[in-house]
């Protein structure tokens, strides 16, 4: 990322910890509704997120990468798996997708829901532009971040099944994802392919954002 003040890295930071925390509340609530117990017996089912946060994900990562080191890369994170029992979807394959692309799904409308409002509210509070594009930003790297297939990311549930890895064993994969995913940032390869594929999923909520900012604003 580039050089942030303070306030612009605490900013950033607060963004990305509320988009994280929708997004793994995303994940407890959708598994809560098809009849999971679990995640709300652990506290998982509620909007604060402080209770979403991951040591690693949630707070290493990230304010490492607002102090700048990972050479200009942009914020991504992650937080705490919310934790499903299988045993209790009546379709285990089905339900067990609907529950994980339930979080990415909760970025996207955060991305889209702050591209509308944002379009009009910049034009009467146009110091808040920069936040409004930081909160698009940030929620569309979740995304695409998210979908790696590498543990405890949400792409890897889709490998899983794809590959009918065993349940035990993915658990066991599960462990070193955090070790995995903090030594790939490291190299520059994988931030290029991040950014090329996040460049791709930003676009259209920047037409969107622009679109009706220029539309009330009669530009």
Not at 24 to 47: C, M, N, W
Not at 140 to 153: A, E, G, H, R, T
Not at 162 to 187: D, H
Request: charge should be negative; proline fraction near 7%; charged fraction near 10%.
């Amino acid at each position: 990322m580039q050089d942030l003040t303070l306030y612009e890295g605490l900013a950033i930071y607060l963004i990305l910890v509320l988009s994280i925390g929708l997004h793994e509340f995303a994940h407890a609530y959708a598994a809560d509704k098809i009849g999971d117990d679990l995640p709300r017996s652990q506290g998982r089912v509620t909007l604060n997120p402080i209770a979403h946060i991951d040591p690693i994900g949630t707070v290493l990562i990230p304010l490492l990468m607002i102090f700048g080191f990972f050479g200009g890369f942009i914020m991504i994170g992650w937080g705490k798996p919310v934790q499903v029992n299988p045993r209790n979807f009546r379709n285990p394959v089905r339900d067990d997708l609907i529950v994980t692309i339930a979080g990415p799904a909760a970025n996207v409308v955060i991305a889209l829901t702050v591209a509308i409002v944002g379009g009009i509210l910049v034009l009467f509070l146009p110091d808040l532009h920069d936040l409004f594009l930081q909160a698009i930003f940030i929620n569309m790297i979740l995304v695409v971040f998210n979908m790696i297939p590498i543990p405890p990311l949400d792409g890897s549930h889709f490998l899983k099944h794809a590959m009918k890895i065993p349940e035990e064993k993915f658990m066991q994969y599960s462990m070193y994802g955090g070790i995995i995913l903090l030594v790939l940032i490291n190299f520059p390869a994988f931030r290029q392919i991040m950014m090329f594929f996040w460049q791709i999923a930003v676009m259209p909520f920047l037409v969107i954002y622009q679109f009706i900012s220029s539309l009330f604003g009669g530009g």
